[in-house]
Structure formats: structure tokens, C-alpha cells
């Protein structure tokens, strides 16, 4: 480990080497991802631009010097000597390093905050192994019931506002297992294999089965972790989603059960395989702990992309011919919901 962390006596080039592959930060609510991105390629670039340099290159000049001749004339002499050149002055050319290549996985809009995923150098064709990949995403959703908004969100232009005495936590309990129930369908079918079969069983059976194409949202688990009138609290897993898609599951529940909700908060909780434990706070957004963190991060990273290798093929081989499955609504009988 000490080996990759940054020291005073290395060079920054050795460094930059190790800045290679994946690793999670905790994007804050209320901030943009691009900021977050932007703060950390600013961090690394200052720590790497204080590290020590390649050394200054120098090259022979030949200085006028003066002497005296026999006879007391003046005599003009030429001598050789070694001199820094000065376009490698960092205060002529500026700092080394101004461009990191670093990559962005799926994002979270303003409002949202949790783990968010980045790569850097190499590390960009690992996100796009993981976008391909259609692996899930954890989510806690928060939200109150009584009112409706027009962007689904507690700070949006209120448009409605409901009685919510008669919710209890059977009722909304039983939406969330038809929502459930209807996107594991749906996600049967996208998975583009025999519903009939063995293998399909198998799949289903370990929550394995994902969809080889593009496909709608599509949630692989949901329920009530805290019911507090009007307040309660989801976990929500789930793929191909958008924040603001769940919001509007929030609005639909709540219309659902007679009455109206808002999204007052949407944070991930884990990203395909990283977690909140894995993820940056922003005191840790430094060249030491996102070394650290793509060291820890490498090994599990590659043996989850293998382990998805070896899921591919064995979806493909018990795969039947393309077709479109349903759009899952959000409950039973329900428009479709599209994202938003």
C-alpha cells in the first residue's frame, strides 16, 4: 500500500502511472455532478503539479568574458557554459499537468446525492464494461404523503394537497409488492430468455437475470424500511433508472393510495459494486485516497467484470430470439411510466 501512496521524494510521472481505474465519491445534495467531477480533477492536478518534476534540462553557452593581452590590450574570450533552459521554467511554460482523462459513471442530477462512480485513465473503458453491463443500484427514497407538486419533488410548485389518515403501512405495502411483481416480469422478458426453462429458474432464483438490451427502468426490488405518517422511508434496487423516474414512483404510490406524495429525498446507496463504504467524502477528495481507493478497488473490480463475462454467456446460451418486452407500469393496470 505505501508504495503507490504519494511521497515528497517521487516523481509525479511515476504517479501519474498509478492513476489508473475505478473508484467511488459521495456526491453531496444540491451539487451539480459536473462539479464534482471538476473538483476532483482540480485536486489531482495541484498535488500532482507539487511533486517533484523531471529534472531541468540544460545546454552548453558560450559567454563573451574578458582578459588581458600582452601588452595591456583588452582581449575578448568565449567560454563554455552549462545553463538551465529556460522554456522548462515552470514559471515560463506553467504547471506539467493541466488535462486529467477522467470519466463519469452513472450520474446523479442536483438534487440527488450518494455514491457516484468515476474513472480515471484506463478506467474509462471499465464504465463502459459497467454501463453495458446493466448492473443494479441501490437507492433510499424519502417522501411524504399530502401533497403533489409539479416535478414530483418537495421543492417543486405545490399543486394538490390530500388527506393521508387513512394510509397505513398494509396498503402501501401491498402497492409495493404489485410494483415489484410487475417489473420482475417485465425484466423476465427483456432478459431475452425461455420464461420456460430450467436455466431461467435458476437465474431468476439467485436475482441474476438482467436485460442483454436497452430497456425502461426496471425495479428488481422495493420496500418500506420506515412508515411514519405522513414521512416514509423505500429502498428501492433497480436498473436503466433516472432519479427523477423515481420521484415520479413516489407520485404514483401516493396516487395509488388515494392520495398524493412528493420526493423529499433521493440517495444512492450503491452503484453496481460500490458502495457507500467505498465512496470519497469530499476531505478525502486528495491524490493519497483515490490512490488508495483504485488500489482497493482494482482487484474487486475486475472479478465482478469477469463474474459478468461468465453471466452474459450463460443468459445468451439460454437466450431465445429478440423480441421487446413490456413497458412495466407502475402498478397492475397502470399507464406505463415513462422516463422522465
Known amino acids: 500500500m505505501a508504495g503507490l501512496l504519494v511521497d515528497s521524494g517521487r ?94 459513471g452513472q450520474r446523479l442530477d442536483t438534487r440527488s ?29 424519502c417522501g411524504v404523503f399530502g401533497k403533489a407538486t409539479d416535478d414530483f419533488s418537495d421543492t417543486g410548485r405545490l399543486v394538490e394537497k390530500t388527506t393521508y389518515d387513512h394510509i397505513v403501512r398494509d396498503k402501501l405495502e401491498r402497492i409495493l409488492a404489485v410494483i415489484q411483481g410487475t417489473h420482475q416480469k417485465a425484466l423476465l422478458a427483456y432478459s431475452q430468455v425461455d420464461l420456460q426453462s430450467q436455466k431461467a429458474y435458476e437465474l431468476a432464483a439467485k436475482g441474476l437475470l438482467r436485460p442483454l438490451d436497452k430497456s425502461p427502468p426496471l425495479i428488481t426490488g422495493i420496500r418500506c424500511l420506515r412508515f411514519a405518517p405522513p414521512e416514509f422511508t423505500l429502498e428501492i434496487q433497480c436498473l436503466n433508472e433516472t432519479q427523477q423516474y423515481l420521484r415520479k414512483i413516489v407520485h404514483e404510490i401516493g396516487l395509488e393510495l388515494k392520495s398524493s406524495a412528493v420526493c423529499t429525498q433521493v440517495r444512492r446507496t450503491r452503484d453496481s459494486f460500490f458502495r457507500l463504504d467505498d465512496a470519497l467524502l469530499r476531505t478525502q477528495w486528495n491524490l493519497d485516497s483515490i490512490l488508495k481507493a483504485l488500489e482497493d478497488s482494482r482487484p474487486r473490480v475486475e472479478m465482478e467484470l469477469h463474474k459478468l463475462d461468465q453471466l452474459l454467456d450463460q443468459i445468451s446460451s439460454g437466450s431465445t430470439s429478440k423480441r421487446n418486452g413490456p413497458h412495466p407500469s407502475i402498478v397492475h393496470g397502470a399507464d406505463p411510466q415513462q422516463e422522465i
Not at 531541468?56 to 601588452?71: D, K, Y
Request: no cysteine; net charge positive; proline share 5%.
Open 11 to 104: 516523481y509525479a510521472a511515476a504517479v501519474l502511472r498509478s492513476l489508473h481505474g475505478l473508484f467511488a465519491v459521495y456526491k453531496p445534495p444540491g451539487v451539480p455532478w459536473k462539479l464534482v467531477r471538476d473538483s476532483v480533477e482540480t485536486n489531482l492536478l495541484k498535488e500532482l503539479n507539487s511533486l517533484k518534476q523531471k529534472p531541468t534540462r540544460n545546454h552548453v553557452r558560450f559567454l563573451l568574458g574578458g582578459g588581458e593581452a600582452s601588452g595591456g590590450d583588452a582581449q575578448l574570450t568565449l567560454s563554455a557554459t552549462m545553463m538551465p533552459v529556460l522554456a522548462d521554467h515552470h514559471l515560463v511554460k506553467g504547471p506539467n499537468y493541466t488535462h486529467l482523462k477522467i470519466g463519469t
Open 113 to 141: 446525492s450518494g455514491v457516484f462512480v468515476l474513472g480515471v485513465g484506463d478506467g474509462a473503458k471499465r464504465l463502459t464494461e459497467m454501463y453495458n453491463g446493466h448492473f443494479t443500484k441501490d437507492y433510499t427514497v
